[in-house]
């Protein structure tokens, strides 16, 4: 009996094995009809309580609304179960014929279709079925006598017609065939059968006349899986539940047959010891699939299950053959363990139960040719670019030199992948002792070596390495000096050698250049990864021009290879690139390429991603969204969990010391940094970062009132190296804070728009503006500010109207707010947002800060009071006041009272 009581005793079971089966290209002889009819026609009954299926009962109540229903799946899916269960529910009649090989002769099949109606009552006494004798012999007469027999029912009434697969006779598919052209009114037909029916029904599907139910539909959910399983006394674990209903892919008879392994004798049994080697499951298969089969198909079947997924073309080169797709077709109409994946009938696989009995009969029967059998796969999923498909099949030939080169040639880039802890875990099925049999499978440890994040223990294995290649061809060479360097380039960019980084990766994309693709097909994901370091190496050895085009080539390249994670970190890279140098807007949308693109693939907490999170909370920064800026750097260092390099590590501590800075908080801007100075790689070589780093400490010393370190230290830059955009512009504020307005004026020049350096020339415009109306240019300092306006609207840029806040810079914005037009509402919101937020630095004064005391006097000094008032509001003599108001005019360079209010105004100390 099929189904979920498929083990159970079934009343009146169905005669194929009473009878025998026919041998082919025999008919039958015509058998005595008595004897058999009343168990053909009787409904199969269960001696177990069935499970109640609702959601397949009303299928087929809906189904059945349509003169035809096919049910068909292989053996053990509970067709018959179902169907017989269904029909205890019915109110109107269900007649049930049980078929075998003996109705393959036309005049029994429609008496015995007959007898079935007439058991269940539908048939009147009037009716041309009534008859106890056998339908006419001749053709046209016995479909007259039929249809007229159906048509007159005494009720509409269900024919359910079990295993139809065992009808092959011609002439009866020919007549029911035709029956289903113009089927009877008050009849439904349901056919229950394990392979595609082989009448013309294509027209019926087409119409909706037809109804199909599938094993797919058939299959057991996990509730009913675990009804199941209940009435064998086995309450388990949901997770169990669901481990076993994916083994068994809902099979019934699979289920069944679990749920007796799991019950049974013989101490604690769990799910993961349910497999296609239990000898319940490989008797049923054997019995009821592969006994059934040819010696060439059960061949097949054997060799091809080595594979978890197989085509024809991979079944052709394992089995030598070439009918491997019309096999594999063949046996997918016919047989429900083998599934199509997809809707063409490219690749194919088998049922989980059925290709573990499969593994293990081949164990058993052919043990020796395993190997082989494993290297023609392998041979075929290299030639198809398959990786992971073609090393899981060398390492279960145990070729371990074949191994090592599908590493070397196609595998060993995707280290710098997704893909990172799955090639892991295929290297470490290598035995330790094969590893130094041959260059292609040291260079394998030293992959390991790199995840596990010992770069010290590389360079030696490389060596070793270097060593067993001596004396091979230049083409054998070539792959594994390749990886070789790929993997020296990783070291030194783990270590921070910028220098070394942009030395090798030169060198191997010139080795990449004489590679063709046929002898090294991972020659496309090695240069997409060499680009993407080269460019990263430029980037921090302070050629960001030269880092731009390589990133951009990376990011092209790494598309095209499939290499997802070397796009995000190019595009991540790149809008570092662009927002280092100021361009906002386009930094902003490179990372979000970067992390849409690491989103969409589930990687957005990857390595490879923390370069698109800190460009976006530098975007952020600019912008003036300190909480954004703080959630990307959060996001960063979740990235940076999984042991960044030193270069981006210092990265994320320049960008958090920023977002200090930005907070008003230079304390613990100036913390980062020292914790940058303190915990840098001793093998970090990165003069663009380090100047980057040189630039947010000048900050963070002109928030502090060091402007004087700040001019000293570009004054001795300048006279080496050529300051760039925003080192000019910090230079200037450190001359604008110390009055020496002349070179500040210097620096600024030619700091205007239009500059791809967006954000220094915000900065510049607003320094020239203060340093213009320091020096008495009010007409300029205007022109200057407008200009800083008109661009920070356009980019979004907020920060340098913050950073730079002092007295004056407030006074020339509430002027530039009643005398602008232009970007009016923008003007507007950086001077309320001025308003509400304290002035970013004091500088510092040229004879040192005033003293408490001195501060307090200050107050007084814009007012009318005089000396002797100030000094009885403040209880003290009027020589202390008058004492106190010298030292103040000293401090602040100004020869007289109304000149003291206003540098006081100018460094932000009123």
Not at 209 to 224: D, N, S
Not at 778 to 797: C, K, M, Q, V, Y
Not at 849 to 857: A, F, I, K
Request: glycine share 8%.
């Amino acid at each position: 009996m099929e189904g979920d009581n498929v083990l159970d005793d079934v009343t009146n079971r169905k005669l194929r094995t009473a009878r025998g089966k026919r041998p082919k290209g025999r008919r039958p002889a015509l058998p005595t009809i008595a004897p058999f009819i009343a168990a053909k026609t009787a409904r199969p009954q269960m001696l177990r309580a069935r499970i109640r299926r609702q959601r397949l009962f009303d299928a087929l109540d809906a189904a059945v609304r349509c003169p035809l229903t096919v049910v068909c799946a292989g053996a053990g899916w509970g067709k018959t179960v179902l169907v017989s269960a269904w029909a205890d529910t019915r109110r109107t009649p269900v007649a049930w014929l049980t078929l075998d090989a003996h109705d393959n002769d036309v005049q029994l099949f429609w008496s015995s279709v007959a007898a079935a109606l007439r058991a269940a009552g539908a048939v009147p006494p009037d009716s041309p079925l009534a008859e106890l004798g056998t339908v006419p012999t001749d053709h046209v007469e016995r479909l007259r006598h039929v249809a007229r027999g159906l048509g007159r029912l005494a009720a509409p009434t269900v024919l359910v017609l079990d295993d139809f697969h065992e009808i092959t006779d011609d002439d009866v598919l020919r007549e029911l065939s035709g029956l289903l052209r113009h089927p009877p009114a008050g009849l439904r037909l349901v056919l229950l059968t394990r392979t595609q029916v082989v009448l013309p029904v294509h027209r019926m599907r087409a119409t909706g006349e037809m109804a199909e139910i599938r094993a797919g539909e058939l299959a057991f959910t996990v509730p009913e899986a675990a009804d199941l399983l209940s009435r064998h006394g086995l309450a388990l674990p949901d997770d169990e539940v669901v481990a076993l209903v994916e083994h068994t892919e809902g099979w019934a008879a699979g289920l069944q047959l679990g749920a007796t392994f799991l019950a049974g004798p013989g101490g604690p049994r769990t799910v993961a010891d349910f497999a296609g080697d239990v000898r319940a499951v490989d008797e049923y298969l054997a019995d009821e699939v592969l006994a059934g089969q040819s010696p060439h198909l059960y061949r097949f079947l054997l060799q091809t299950s080595i594979c978890e997924h197989v085509c024809g073309d991979l079944a052709d080169a394992i089995t030598l053959g070439s009918d491997g797709q019309r096999t594999l077709e063949e046996l997918e109409r016919v047989n429900d363990f083998v599934v199509r994946l997809g809707a063409k009938p490219r690749w194919f696989r088998y049922h989980h139960l059925l290709r573990d009995v499969l593994r293990h009969r081949l164990l058993l029967e052919s043990p020796t040719a395993l190997p082989e059998l494993h290297r023609r796969a392998a041979g075929w999923h290299a030639a198809h670019n398959s990786v992971f498909e073609a090393i899981e099949h060398a390492v279960a030939a145990g070729d371990w030199p074949y191994v090592g080169r599908l590493v070397v040639t196609q595998a060993a880039p995707l280290i710098a992948s997704a893909h990172r802890a799955a090639l892991v875990r295929l290297l470490a099925q290598i035995p330790p002792g094969a590893f130094a049999a041959t260059p292609e499978l040291m260079v394998c440890v030293a992959l390991m070596l790199f995840h596990a994040g010992d770069y010290d223990a590389i360079e030696a294995q490389l060596a070793g390495t270097d060593e067993l290649l001596a004396g091979r061809a230049e083409a054998e060479r070539l792959p594994v000096e390749i990886t070789s360097r790929s993997l020296r380039v990783a070291v030194h960019r783990a270590g921070g050698d910028m220098p070394a980084v942009v030395a090798e990766t030169t060198q191997l994309l010139a080795m990449l250049a004489k590679v063709r693709f046929a002898e090294v097909p991972s020659a496309v994901q090695y240069r997409a990864i060499a680009l993407n370091n080269k460019g990263f190496g430029l980037l921090w050895t302070d050629r960001p021009d030269r880092a731009q085009r390589y990133l951009w080539a990376a990011s092209t390249a790494a598309r095209a290879a499939g290499v997802e994670l070397v796009e995000i970190s190019a595009l991540g890279n790149l809008a570092l690139v662009e927002v280092m140098s100021g361009s906002v807007q386009e930094a902003a949308r490179l990372a979000g390429d970067a992390r849409d693109l690491a989103e969409r693939r589930g990687l957005l907490s990857a390595l490879q991603t923390g370069a698109a999170h800190l460009a976006l909370a530098l975007v952020h920064l600019e912008s003036g969204d300190l909480a954004a800026a703080e959630r990307a750097v959060q996001q960063a260092t979740r990235s940076h969990r999984g042991e960044p390099a030193a270069a981006q590590w210092l990265i994320r501590v320049g960008v958090q010391a920023r977002l200090a800075l930005a907070k008003g908080d230079p304390g613990a801007a100036r913390a980062f940094l020292d914790e940058a100075r303190r915990g840098a790689d001793p093998r970090l070589r990165a003069p663009g970062l380090e100047r980057w780093l040189l630039l947010a400490e000048s900050e963070v010393d002109l928030a502090t009132g060091d402007a004087d370190t700040v001019a000293r230290r570009y004054a001795l830059l300048s006279r080496t190296d050529r300051l760039t955009s925003p080192e000019r512009v910090c230079a200037a504020r450190a001359g604008y804070a110390t009055h020496d307005l002349r070179s500040a004026m210097e620096l600024l020049a030619g700091l205007r728009a239009p500059m791809s350096d967006t954000a220094a020339t915000v900065a510049a415009g607003i320094v020239g503006a203060q340093v213009a109306d320091a020096a008495g240019h009010g007409l300029r300092a205007t022109d200057r500010l407008a200009e800083a306006f008109a661009l920070a609207d356009s980019e979004g840029i907020r920060r340098p109207f913050l950073a730079l806040r002092d007295a004056r810079l407030d006074a020339l914005v509430a002027r530039q707010n009643l005398l602008t037009h232009r970007n009016a509402d923008f003007v507007a919101e950086i001077q309320a947002a001025m308003r509400t937020s304290a002035p970013a630095h004091r500088a510092a004064l040229p004879a040192g800060p005033l003293s408490e005391r001195e501060t307090e006097v200050l107050r007084y000094l814009p007012t009318m009071l005089t000396a002797g008032e100030i000094a009885g509001e403040l209880g003290v003599s009027v020589n202390t006041i008058k004492a106190h108001m010298r030292s103040i005019y000293r401090k602040l360079e100004a020869p007289r009272r109304s000149a003291v209010v206003t540098r006081a105004r100018e460094y932000g100390l009123l």
